[in-house]
């Protein structure tokens, strides 16, 4: 649940989210549409806890999140740009999440294995990140995403570098 939030950047220009006030149902899909520089990437990130409310309060189960931080939140921000570890492969990107909650070798690569069958580039798990294309390296972030079955999983235009054809299936 979103409380009257909002979102006022040091130095002016005016508020990025004014008075926001929504109530997400658990299980539930939902968009948040608006021209450029709306305030909906912002929006996301308050509820990531990667930026702080100017006013209002963020709610989990009734609970307010304000005072925790990002990682103890359960949330996942995948951005539009495919954020990935160049030093590592695709199949070390995807289970890194795990690794750092301690979940084992044996079961972190079958889940890894199975993301990447989901979303269609199991054939790459061991392509460095740099090697990959747009769509594909779009497909990596997107599984590191999912594999962590978040509590919150936050979208911004995840889907954006894809072509039609597999924008539709990665929706899916």
Known sequence: TLSNLCLTFPGGGGPAVQ?????????????????????KTSI??????LETPSAGDIRFDGTSVLSQKPEARDTVLMFQAPLLFPHLNVAENVGFGLKMRGVGRKERDAAVAAILERVQILDLAERPAT??????????????????RPRVLLLDEPLSSLDAHLRDEMRG
């Open 19 to 39: 008075d926001l006030s929504l109530t997400l149902e658990p299980g539930s899909l939902t968009a948040v549409l608006g021209p450029s520089g709306s305030g």
């Open 44 to 49: 996301l990130k308050m509820i990531a806890g």
């Open 131 to 148: 090697a990959l294309s747009g769509g594909q390296a779009q497909r990596a972030a997107l599984a590191r995403a999912l594999v962590l």
